[in-house]
């Protein structure tokens, strides 16, 4: 997600004690074999950005001027880092693209990055007259947040109907990041979206299907990710997004709400979500299946200067649970892999640099421990 704040330590109860291993037990995580139907991988498809990170001394009023005082390049977009993010954890299994990316630099390199870290753009095409989106991405060195200028260029004709899914065998079909994606997010006289239509045909293809959200102060949440979650298997989001599309008050004077989760949580299931809800917020994630499980863990207790930049941090977060759900491990394990994966990612300002592989994300729940229920 463009807005993820996993940024600040806390130590937080959970919901439902579930027993946290050693690392040394958590890395003990083999990929499962036996995948239903003999389908394996992820295909990801929505926006495909260039970021243009600035790190900056503060962000200035108007007719104010700030320091830039370095510039990276990075990736950005939902299926661009959670691919990537999945490539970088060491994935084993299919990673495919879709999207649209425009006829230019930006667009040929999108193409050849992928390639080189083992993703299929099979189903990314070329628009011919357009750019490929980017975004400049403001990111003050104090903290680590980031204000976005954002181009959307290709991504705003993409609708999905490229995708050949039954050209495809992939497991899990992940859409977004929806309110971002002008074509996908049009109105649909069957389903109410076009989003909900491509992810219903990804369903009758036998996908699963998961979402991703940008944040946005608006109020069309309703409108555009309530159909949509009528189709959605696995839905991932942060506290904000979460409230703003069930309407339920999560945050009050800036403290997070815990019985507002849980609400929030059950509000989706009602609106459609069928097996698993994962919300994110700077306190740690709270996960919920349909069977009834629930699991309310802490985030990582950072030292000072840690923090390079939260950019990309909630699309790590999200690969590292699509990387549980897609190998079937406990819901524990789906939530610590999606917290040290976002660790991770803010060591750099970039939205994927700081990846590495699964064994080292893991290994920083050791190094600077998870909040427990006695804090």
Request: glycine content about 12%.
């Amino acid at each position: 997600m463009i807005c993820f704040q996993f940024c600040f330590p806390y130590c937080v109860k959970k919901i439902q004690f579930f027993a946290f291993f050693k690392t040394p037990n958590l890395l003990e995580i083999t990929m499962n074999q036996d995948i239903p139907n003999n389908r394996a991988g992820l295909l990801a498809g929505g926006n495909w950005i260039i970021d243009q990170v600035k790190m900056i001394d503060v962000y200035p009023k108007h007719e104010q001027l700030a320091n830039i005082s370095g510039q990276s390049q990075g990736t950005g977009g939902s299926p661009y880092n959670v691919l990537l993010d999945l490539a970088k954890l060491g994935a084993k299994f299919p990673l495919v693209g879709a999207g649209l990316v425009g006829q230019d630099a930006l667009g040929e390199y999108i193409l050849n990055d992928c390639r080189s870290n083992g993703i299929d753009p099979a189903f990314i095409s070329v628009s011919p007259g357009t750019s490929t989106s980017y975004t400049d991405v403001m990111t003050e060195i104090d903290g680590g947040r980031r204000t976005f200028f954002h181009n959307r260029g290709a991504n705003a004709t993409w609708d999905g109907s490229d995708i050949e899914f039954g050209a495809s065998n992939a497991k899990i079909f992940h859409l977004g990041y929806l309110l971002l994606l002008d074509a996908i997010d049009a109105e649909n006289s069957e389903h109410g979206t076009v989003g909900a239509a491509l992810l219903a045909k990804a369903r009758e293809a036998g996908f699963k299907t998961s979402i991703d959200v940008v944040s946005e102060d608006s109020e069309r949440f309703s409108k555009i990710i309530g159909p949509a979650l009528k189709q959605v298997d696995y839905c991932i989001l942060n506290e904000i997004e979460a409230s703003k599309v069930t309407g339920v008050e999560v945050r009050q004077d800036g403290k997070l709400i815990e019985e507002g989760v849980e609400e929030a949580t059950a509000k989706l299931f009602d609106l459609g979500v069928t097996e698993l809800v994962a919300i994110h917020f700077p306190e740690g994630s709270y996960g919920a299946r349909s069977n009834g499980e629930k699991l309310r863990q802490g985030s990582l207790a950072l030292p000072k200067g840690y923090i390079k930049g939260a950019a990309g941090a909630g699309d790590a977060f999200c690969s590292g649970v699509l990387f549980g759900v897609h190998e079937e491990w406990p819901l524990e394990k789906c939530l610590l892999t999606g917290t040290c994966a976002a660790t991770a990612c803010m060591s750099d300002p970039t939205c994927t640099d700081g990846l590495r592989s699964l064994e080292d994300c893991l290994a920083l729940a050791d190094k600077f421990g998870i909040g427990d229920d006695e804090s």
